[in-house]
């Protein structure tokens, strides 16, 4: 028994000295996509006070960020969906090797607080909700959000190209959720996770699974980093156990 508990005590110290903070505190530039706005001011917080590092998170959709790195823009650290890191980095946008999963999120359906819920557990039920609606928001495709990508795709799919009149698109779902909350559009689609973002709005149900959409989000440090070894080091902390709880607590499946 003492061996055992000498091995668990070594496993945690090492865990901890990991994220020690440093003798030399670095400052990251961080590149994010909007649908972590809340999460990850919890997770920088946790992570600066860990390691003694400074975090500054700039928050854009998952299209954009791409764009930005392609442009050339310096960073220590980009986080966007898995799709788009994977491109970014076949064109040696990052460090090799230091690609590593997130945290996954999907889509639903939301209505002002305590408005009626609709029922969309079928895509038939679905489609009724959404000719029944008087008003639909979602964020435009063309600004590269998951969530609205994904919306325009499903309605392409499902022929329901007759609701274009009375649909509104957003810059990304964030707006979305704060026009919902107004009363300015009935439902309105986004992220799960959107639902601890905005207040005056509540999840009414996620999508039906035939045509739920997954968003897997990966980190990996940009090559030409200053600051290499702090943003490996961060990296890293996105998966330990306090940013898992943080991801679960605001509707995001950790990996």
């Not at 230091?98 to 609709?118: H, I, N, Q, W």
């Not at 609205?148 to 609701?163: F, K, N, S």
């Not at 509104?168 to 639902?195: C, P, R």
Request: neutral net charge; glycine residues 10%.
């Amino acid at each position: 028994m003492a061996l055992q508990w000498t091995q668990c005590s070594c496993a945690t110290i090492a865990v901890l000295l990991s994220f020690a903070p440093a003798s030399g505190a670095a400052e990251l530039k961080v590149l994010s996509p909007v649908a972590m706005r809340g999460v990850m001011t919890e997770v920088a917080g946790q992570f600066e006070k860990a390691s003694g590092h400074k975090l500054i998170v700039d928050f854009a959709t998952a299209g954009a960020v791409t764009k930005r790195l392609e442009g050339g823009e310096p960073a220590e650290v980009a986080i966007s969906s898995k799709a788009q890191v994977e491109g970014l980095e076949s064109k040696g946008k990052f460090v090799p090797g230091t690609r590593a999963s997130v945290a996954r999120v999907g889509l639903a359906l939301f209505v002002k607080a305590d408005a009626p819920k609709p029922v969309i557990d079928t895509v038939s039920n679905f489609k009724k909700v959404m000719n029944a609606a008087q008003s639909i928001g979602y964020g435009d495709p063309a600004a590269g959000g998951v969530s609205g990508v994904h919306m325009a795709r499903v309605i392409e799919r499902l022929a329901l190209g007759e609701l274009q009149s009375k649909i509104a698109l957003y810059s990304d779902s964030q707006a979305v959720m704060k026009a919902v909350a107004k009363g300015n559009t009935e439902i309105g689609f986004g992220l799960t996770s959107d639902a601890s973002l905005v207040p005056g709005v509540e999840l009414a149900a996620p999508l039906p699974a035939d045509i739920q959409n997954f968003t897997e989000y990966a980190a990996a440090v940009v090559l030409g980093a200053k600051e290499e070894t702090a943003a490996r080091e961060f990296v890293n902390y996105l998966s330990s156990p306090a940013a898992q709880e943080a991801w679960k607590a605001n509707g995001f499946q950790p990996l």
